[in-house]
């Protein structure tokens, strides 16, 4: 029987989640995390299948929650299932070792079919996804490439019109320390302020 852990701060989607993939007759036990600890105590203490992950979690995000299980279980295979769209974290998600990314509009069934490919070892991405990837091996690559993924999240926020306080609050952090990596950004981007950083994210289709 398959062991699926899910880890998502919201209660209602943990619960749907875990209707359909019980329905399932060969998945045996489902699991449920809301934070990171809890992700990392019942990695720890379980053996499991497959994890599925969203990566809007409060604190330390998925990304980095991410970073931290392909680190210490690297055949634990992750599939990131999240509100966002493939154009936003897709690409990063893969590159920090997810076997998959999906949004949460998808399908029932596609979703099985995706943890069902993960877990014998393959990778799931939509065919949109594969597209655009086979398109990146051809291009240049991208500014926002050489930011951390924490540098990628501020400047999504950024972006999308949030201001320090307002990310700070969002994740976790110190205003400083957001000032901090608005910074860095507007270096490595070579950029002079945030007009600059949302025209490039509106080009690139990093924010709607």
């Known amino acids: 029987m398959l062991k699926i852990l899910v880890v998502d ?3 209602v989607v943990r619960r749907g989640l875990k209707q359909i993939l019980t329905e399932e007759a060969d998945i045996g036990v489902v699991g449920e995390a809301q934070k990171s600890s809890e992700v ?4 720890r203490t379980h053996d499991w299948d497959a994890v599925v992950l969203d990566i809007a979690m ?4 998925g990304l980095d929650i991410l970073k931290e299980l392909k680190r210490e279980h690297p055949q634990l295979p992750v ?3 999240s509100m966002y769209p493939e154009d936003q974290f897709a690409v990063r998600a893969l590159k920090e070792g997810a076997a998959g990314y999906m949004n949460k509009e998808c399908a029932p069934d ?3 079919g995706a943890i069902r490919k993960i877990i014998r070892g393959g990778k799931y991405v939509s065919p949109a996804l594969a597209e655009k ?3 990146m091996m051809d291009s240049q690559t991208p500014l926002h490439d050489s930011l951390s993924t924490r540098e990628y999240q501020v400047l999504l926020m ?3 019109g949030k201001t320090l306080s307002e990310i700070a609050e969002e994740m976790s952090l ?3 320390t957001i000032a901090t990596y608005r910074a860095r950004i507007l270096e490595k981007m070579k950029m002079k302020n945030n007009a600059e950083l949302i025209r490039y994210a509106i080009k690139h289709n990093l924010v709607q």
């Open 133 to 135: 990837l086979a398109f």
């Open 58 to 61: 409060p604190g330390r995000g």
């Open 158 to 160: 950024l972006a999308s």
């Open 174 to 176: 110190s205003i400083k």
């Open 9 to 11: 701060d919201h209660p």
């Open 110 to 112: 596609e979703l099985i």
């Open 40 to 43: 990392f105590d019942l990695v």
């Open 79 to 81: 599939l990131v299932l």
